[in-house]
């Protein structure tokens, strides 16, 4: 653990803030405010508690968490408002739940003529205990976006609608590279931005809270996570 690596950590989180706009928060030097980040000098207890208020952390989570989850697979940090839509969603439960999910859905997706289908998905959270652990089963969830064109009747699922909603996103590159790594740290790295910046998720059962989404760029799969903010 360092604390000076979860100070870099957390100035980055909040919208890049450079070490003279932390200093003058602070009231010292840039020169302090490198030494602290190089570790090479330690704050004293009212600068750590002003720290710990600025950036909406603990006194626990500066000085002895590793806070700093950030690599090269990550970028683009944004808030994003995300028009609203409609949508069919089918949930699994299995020891492979995200894969049968989504394969469910692009069988609809053929089923309804979708060339082009748009997909996202989310952990689905009603899992026993006795399904994780003893048969290794998750939950997964998958939707398929429907244009405007695409009318309602004889789809193969309820129509669901969202609203039009403000979420944070980050951008992953490459994910299934380590997906049991990338995927969930980048939840991490939005959490941590959120507190950093102030921002409070939205979680009333009315809209999708979080979601994945992933697509091709340039040959190179990449995925979108959001989480709801309000």
């Known amino acids: 653990m360092s604390l000076g690596q979860n100070l870099l950590f957390l100035r980055k989180m909040r919208d890049n803030m450079t070490q003279e706009e932390l ?3 602070l009231n010292v030097s840039r020169q302090t405010v490198s030494k602290w980040e190089l570790d090479a000098a330690y704050p004293e207890m009212e600068k750590l ?3 710990c208020e600025l950036f909406s952390c603990t006194l626990d ?6 806070m700093n989850i950030i690599n090269d697979a990550y970028s683009n940090i944004r808030i994003e408002e995300v028009d609203g839509f409609r949508y069919i969603r089918y949930a699994v439960i299995s020891p492979e739940p995200e894969e049968d999910a989504i394969a469910h859905v692009k069988r609809w997706a053929d089923q309804i003529g979708i060339q082009d289908p748009k997909i996202i998905g989310w952990d689905f959270p009603m899992v026993s205990q006795e399904q994780t652990n003893v048969h290794h089963m998750h939950g997964y969830a998958a939707a398929l976006i429907l244009n405007d064109d695409i009318s309602e009747e004889g789809l193969p699922a ?4 969202q609203n039009r909603q403000r979420y944070i996103a980050i951008t992953i590159t490459a994910p299934h590279i380590a997906p049991f790594e990338l995927i969930p740290n980048a939840y991490k790295v939005l959490m941590a931005y959120m507190q950093a910046n102030g921002y409070k998720g939205k979680w009333d059962g009315h809209i999708i809270d979080c979601f994945e989404k992933e697509y091709d760029l340039n040959g190179v799969w990449h995925m979108d996570v959001y989480i709801a903010i309000e």
């Open 49 to 51: 508690l002003a720290l």
């Open 158 to 161: 309820e129509v669901r609608r």
């Open 23 to 25: 200093a003058e928060l």
């Open 61 to 66: 989570q500066l000085i002895r968490e590793n």
